[in-house]
């Protein structure tokens, strides 16, 4: 499966040398179609579902309240300071 932030990446990317391309040599007809796949590539990610399955992955890791230390989601006590992970 394709990691969706590569997506989201390489789709502003894009966006951007589309941009350029338009508001540099094409004038405002050149701004218009900029506009419009902008546009346009935005409401065919959504949708895709590409923003909902980013928002649906679980959390890699969770910090500590304690100590502020990043832990991983499988871990009961934090790895810095020992003290009990809250879940949520």
Same mark, same amino acid.
């Given at each position: 499966?394709?990691? +969706?932030?590569?997506?989201?990446?390489?789709?502003l990317?894009?966006? *951007? !040398?589309?941009? *350029?391309?338009?508001?540099?040599? $094409?004038?405002?007809?050149?701004?218009?179609?900029? +506009?419009?796949?902008?546009? +346009?590539?935005?409401?065919?990610?959504?949708?895709?579902? *590409?923003?909902?399955? !980013?928002?649906?992955?679980?959390?890699?890791?969770?910090?500590?309240?304690?100590?502020?230390?990043?832990?991983? *989601?499988?871990?009961?006590? @934090?790895k810095? @300071?020992?003290? +009990? $992970?809250?879940d949520?």
């Amino acid at each position: 499966m394709v990691d +969706a932030d590569s997506i989201v990446t390489g789709t502003l990317a894009t966006l *951007v !040398a589309v941009v *350029v391309v338009g508001l540099l040599f $094409l004038g405002p007809v050149g701004w218009l179609l900029a +506009a419009l796949l902008v546009l +346009a590539t935005f409401v065919l990610a959504d949708f895709s579902g *590409v923003f909902e399955e !980013a928002a649906k992955r679980p959390r890699e890791r969770r910090n500590c309240a304690d100590c502020g230390a990043p832990n991983s *989601v499988e871990r009961d006590t @934090c790895k810095h @300071c020992e003290a +009990a $992970l809250e879940d949520g």
